[in-house]
């Protein structure tokens, strides 16, 4: 019995050809090929597909798709409370994460109507310059090892690795830090800080130079940059690019100047510009704001307000939290307070001379520093109040947008409170979004081979981007 | 321009379409009514005073479960523009419908929007008329429902989807 739905048999159409007859195709008659690049390609930076089509080496169309990267960041932040997202932001722009944990405290604290203290600003600011010199060194890295400079890349990666060890020094890891709070940081400065940043820097600059000399006029290097990838200025704007890519363009918009935030406005700095809005001027402009975060942070650690260091009790007896405890059970509260406390190793760096340094004064907001927890009623639940679920930080109804200047432009935070103790919506403004969605007009039109240049200037995060 | 002469500019050209103008922690909102979205849009962009060259982002909030708004329209789609050449900064909101989800489109005014309204359809399932090409951004095709919607449950599994055979 025949079956209804049996596809008919498929009938293979050949057409033979002998030497001298038929009609072969002509050369104008080419088709256009399409081709996959990505998603997971070498050249992709992660995950990302680039759909393209080819007539020849030249891409007539360009479409691209992303999201293989996303995580639901903005549903998980509305799950927990304020300070759970944390972690959450780290894995936003993984290589500079530091930035994204202060932009999204930041933009907590302008809902709360809170202000950090001047230490904690200061901190904030190294620890982001830090982070955008890091950045800076992966994206020119990543993107010379792509045109075949592997000893930029080497060199590039050596650099960032002696500026995450201070990184890892201060916040006890090199990626997932997680060193932001609500209402400060989680721990001070470490005491050899200074000196590890200036060998950093040493050693930065010295890369900074040999890759100046490897690159800038180099032959093949400035053949494959320059002029590629451009964008003119409207376009730049229209699609709201920030960052290194609007400066290449010529356009000083820098949310560090433009609206300053933290302490940018007391420490000078030079917003580098380019011209042509290419691939050469990005570079040009990346490697002269390395200089400028540099600057910027010398300065601030020469600024850096002293404030209350360990030196205090440094040499003085310490006792034990059992020994606290019993002290104040024994009714012996008088000047328990200020009685320096042995912390357990993991909570090094939030002792009080510490937490009041870089803590705003704000017990909506801040946990109190160990000795008040471990040491007194008050403190006890001070702390209580801001780790119970439905407590915790709750700032007023209201919304509040924050915008930093991250590695690739403006990362801006925009936070809705109901009221509650977890966010009512968070949403970021992923600054590496708007060039990935330029992408198609910037390489239509020009080679294949003109896409890996092009896209490693767009210095796509995919942990930020598709969030 | 700074905050209070924006809002007083918007208003005193659109008078009774600006439902409300607020400033809250230094931030200038506008709330527009959904009608005149894009017409608002068009002359923060075009006037020569206001110039809002670029839309530094899109977004939408779902405030089915916000205490105290309950009986409003349930959406909002909210618009950060920022002026490269001025330097300043506003917020407008547009109010849109549960049962009809549909706001003009802005592409016509800033590239960008594209794709941040991609973003927000595939989030909020709002729709965008006048979109050259609304698919989803980040979720795939055969996702169902839009996971940033307040009554999306943050746990709920849907299967991967195979290869089409």
């Known amino acids: 019995m025949a079956d209804p739905e049996a596809q008919p048999p498929r009938t293979r159409r050949t057409q033979e050809f002998f030497l001298g007859e038929g009609t072969f195709p002509q050369p104008e008659a080419t088709e256009n090929m399409q081709v996959n690049i990505g998603p997971s390609h070498p050249a992709m930076h992660g995950v990302i597909r680039i759909f393209t089509e080819l007539d020849g080496e030249q891409v007539v169309r360009a479409d691209v798709e992303i999201g293989y990267l996303h995580r639901g960041f903005e549903k998980h932040c509305e799950a927990g409370p304020y300070n759970n997202a944390m972690p959450y932001t780290d894995r936003l722009n993984y290589v500079s994460p530091l930035i994204n944990n202060f932009g999204y405290c930041s933009a907590v604290e302008k809902l709360l109507d809170i202000t950090p203290t001047d230490r904690c600003q200061y901190i904030r600011v190294i620890m982001s310059e830090i982070s955008r010199i890091t950045d800076h060194l992966t994206c020119i890295g990543a993107s010379a090892m792509e045109l075949g400079a592997f000893t930029v890349f080497l060199y590039m990666i050596k650099a960032r690795e002696f500026l995450w060890e201070v990184i890892e020094q201060v916040t006890g890891a090199r990626l997932t830090i997680s060193y932001g709070r609500v209402g400060g940081v989680k721990a001070d400065l470490t005491p050899d800080f200074e000196a590890g940043v200036r060998k950093a820097f040493v050693e930065t600059r010295t890369v900074l130079g040999e890759v100046d000399k490897l690159l800038t006029e180099n032959r093949i290097f400035v053949d494959r940059m320059k002029g590629v990838g451009a964008l003119s200025r409207e376009d730049t704007i229209s699609y709201a690019i920030t960052g290194p890519m609007l400066r290449a363009c010529g356009v000083p918009f820098d949310v560090r100047r433009a609206t300053p935030y933290w302490v940018y406005d007391r420490l000078d700095f030079e917003i580098p510009v380019g011209e042509a809005g290419d691939n050469y001027d990005r570079y040009l402009v990346r490697m002269a704001e390395m200089e400028q975060s540099m600057r910027i942070v010398e300065q601030a650690l020469r600024d850096l307000p002293g404030g209350p260091t360990n030196v205090d009790f440094e040499g003085r007896p310490m006792s034990a939290p059992p020994e606290y405890v019993d002290r104040g059970k024994l009714g012996k509260t008088d000047g328990l307070l200020l009685t320096p406390l042995r912390l357990s190793p993991n909570l090094r760096g939030q002792e009080r001379p510490f937490h009041d340094a870089v803590n705003a004064p704000d017990r909506r907001a801040v946990l109190p520093p160990k000795e008040h927890t471990y040491g007194s009623i008050e403190g006890l639940m001070n702390h209580f109040m801001l780790v119970m679920d439905g407590f915790g930080i709750r700032p007023p109804k209201g919304e509040a947008y924050f915008p930093v200047e991250g590695a690739n432009g403006e990362l801006g935070f925009y936070v809705v409170s109901d009221g509650t103790d977890r966010p009512y919506r968070v949403r970021c403004r992923p600054p590496c979004l708007p060039p990935t969605a330029a992408m198609p007009r910037m390489i239509e039109g020009s080679m294949v081979a003109d896409i890996v240049p092009t896209f490693g200037s767009v210095n796509m995060i995919a942990g930020e981007l598709e969030r | ?165």
């Open chain 2, 1 to 165: 321009m700074d905050g209070p002469a924006i809002l007083a500019r918007l208003q005193e050209r659109f008078g009774a379409t600006i439902l409300e103008a607020h400033e809250h922690r230094g931030d200038h909102t506008a709330v527009v009514g959904p009608a005149a979205g894009l017409e608002v849009l068009r002359f923060c962009r075009d006037d020569p005073a206001l110039r809002f060259d670029m839309l530094m982002d899109l977004t939408a909030v779902d405030w089915l479960k916000y205490p105290g708004r309950e009986d409003g329209l349930r959406f909002e789609v909210v618009y950060h523009l920022y002026s490269v050449a001025e330097n300043h900064r506003v917020r407008i909101k547009v109010p849109v419908d549960e049962d009809t989800p549909v706001v003009a489109s802005a592409v016509g005014l800033w590239a960008i929007a594209n794709w941040f309204e991609r973003e927000v359809w595939d989030m909020f399932g709002i729709r965008f008329e006048g979109h050259p090409d609304l698919r989803r951004l980040l979720m795939y095709e055969e996702f169902v429902g839009h996971p940033l919607r307040k009554d999306y449950v943050i746990n709920r599994r849907q299967p991967l989807i195979g290869p089409k055979n």
